[in-house]
């Protein structure tokens, strides 16, 4: 089962200098900054209620987040769904048709497992799957 929006990532150049934008914006501090080696990016996390923000910085020049700006520029990157049990959730979408880019979870940032769905098979968008570790 799909629960809610976990949180929105968005695409910068530098963390350091989107922090203070996005920190000022939503009168809220970042709680946590951590690299995920495996995908070659560094990550900022902001909490605002039930939801977060993602900010995602390319570590080198190999980083999916690398090839995003190159080709898009910075801007809201993937739309992140909390799934209950994301094992059931990959199942169910691979049986529906879509894409999965992960067939199965990885670690992911802020104690998750995750996994993307293509945007070839999510209107253009792309999308996270994730499920907090327990
Ligand atoms: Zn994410």
Redesign the pocket.
């Known amino acids: 089962m799909v629960k809610k929006i976990e ?1 929105l ?1 968005i695409a910068v150049k530098s963390i350091e200098d989107s922090l203070k934008t996005f920190e000022t914006l939503l009168g809220q501090k970042c709680y946590k900054t951590e690299e995920v080696i495996s995908e070659g990016v560094k990550t900022a996390f902001i909490q605002i209620g039930e939801s977060k923000i ?1 900010l995602l910085e390319a570590v080198d020049a190999s980083s999916p987040i690398a090839k995003y700006l190159d080709k898009k520029g910075p801007g809201i990157h ?1 739309i ?1 769904f909390e799934v209950d049990d994301i094992v059931a959730e990959i199942e169910r979408l691979t049986k529906e048709g879509f894409i999965l880019i992960h067939t199965s979870p990885k670690d ?2 802020d104690n998750k497992r995750i996994a993307f769905l293509h945007p070839k098979s999510t209107e253009s968008i792309l999308v ?1 799957l ?1 499920q907090e570790k327990s």
Do not use: F, L
Request: net charge negative.
């Open positions: 949180h990532g993602e993937h992140a992911g940032a996270e994730c």
